[in-house]
């Protein structure tokens, strides 16, 4: 329970309200933002050699779809 029955905030949010703020989210908003995009294409990189995300995910890309539509239809002219 709260130590003051008026308070509405929780004790652990007054001492996690200084670490963020409007200035310090500012300045880490690029690095995380670079972060998930590396997270993000390194997930890609590693389904791309299955068929399922071939399928649905890289040939539904509208420039570059053609690309993984050509290596699935080699795919099933080699089976």
């Known amino acids: 329970m709260l130590a003051q ?32 995009a590396c997270a993000g294409i390194a997930a890609l990189m590693l389904l791309e050699p299955t068929p399922l995300a071939r399928k649905d995910v890289f040939s539904n890309i509208p420039l570059l ?5 050509k290596k699935l239809e080699a795919a099933e002219q080699k089976d």
């Open 65 to 69: 779809g053609r690309f993984w539509q």
């Open 5 to 36: 029955p008026w308070s509405t905030q929780p004790p652990w949010m007054r001492r996690m309200a200084p670490c963020f703020n409007r200035t310090k989210v500012k300045n880490v908003a690029p690095t995380l933002i670079a972060w998930g």
